[in-house]
């Protein structure tokens, strides 16, 4: 047990954490994005794969309980690193923003996963903890994407999201051991690949509802 919180409580253990739970949120998303595509065969076909999801019970509840835990260690594995990396740094960058590979989604990492955080309990707040007593989980999401502010949030967060994912995605292969000069530019063509499809996958998704509303 002492090698084990010795080993995460270092810099490199606290980048792996990242690294698993991070690889973990995509394979997430992943199935959920499976299932919101339903969205384009009709609200029958969406509420049934709802209905389907929430018949698992308590698997549902032991899948849920999972990401909730992965998500607070990712959350404070990533806010630690965070002052970490701003303690470390006496002098901000000024001339040197782009060097050694730095882009808009590494340099803006800390920032797209707070906005991303509040989105997701922005999103939860409209989706799971409402009445759907009175209403199909299809209407839920329908009328909320009727109101133009949450599309275009919606929208927003999911380019951040896939800034987030581009950076995030081969940077979490480079931690594991995956850097090597053999496979690096083909995951780094994967992770544009992966942003470009969770950030149009889920963003399309929205914008149709509303054409249809």
Same mark, same amino acid.
């Given at each position: 047990m002492t090698w084990l919180i010795r080993t995460f409580g270092s810099s490199i253990g606290k980048k792996?954490?990242?690294?698993?739970t991070g690889l973990s949120f995509i394979g997430f998303l992943c199935a959920h994005l499976t299932g919101n595509l339903t969205l384009y065969m009709g609200g029958t076909t969406f509420n049934a794969y709802a /209905?389907?999801?929430?018949?698992? @019970?308590?698997?549902?509840?032991?899948? /849920?309980? @999972? *990401? *909730? &835990?992965? &998500?607070?260690?990712?959350?404070?594995?990533?806010i630690i690193l965070f002052v970490q990396n701003l303690r470390a740094r006496s002098v901000p960058y000024e001339n040197d923003r782009r060097a050694g590979g730095r882009t808009l989604s590494s340099v803006t990492m800390p920032y797209t996963?707070?906005?991303?955080l509040a989105f997701v309990i922005?999103? *939860?707040?409209?989706?799971?903890?409402?009445?759907?007593?009175q209403?199909?989980?299809? /209407?839920i999401v329908s009328s909320a994407f009727a109101n133009p502010v949450y599309l275009i949030v919606y929208v927003f967060v999911m380019i951040v999201v896939a800034l987030h994912i581009r950076? @995030?995605?081969?940077?979490a292969f480079q931690t594991i051991g995956a850097n090597h000069p053999k496979y690096m530019p083909a995951i780094m063509v994967l992770?544009?690949?992966?942003?470009?499809?969770?950030?149009? @996958?889920?963003?399309? *998704?929205?914008i149709y509802l509303w054409s249809i509303g």
């Open positions: 792996l954490l990242m690294a698993i /209905e389907k999801l929430h018949s698992l @019970g308590p698997i549902l509840t032991v899948f /849920e309980f @999972g *990401l *909730l &835990a992965l &998500a607070l260690i990712h959350v404070t594995t990533g996963g707070f906005i991303i922005f999103h *939860l707040i409209n989706f799971s903890f409402v009445d759907k007593t209403r199909t989980i299809f /209407e950076h @995030g995605f081969w940077s992770s544009i690949i992966a942003s470009l499809i969770f950030g149009f @996958g889920f963003g399309l *998704l929205p």
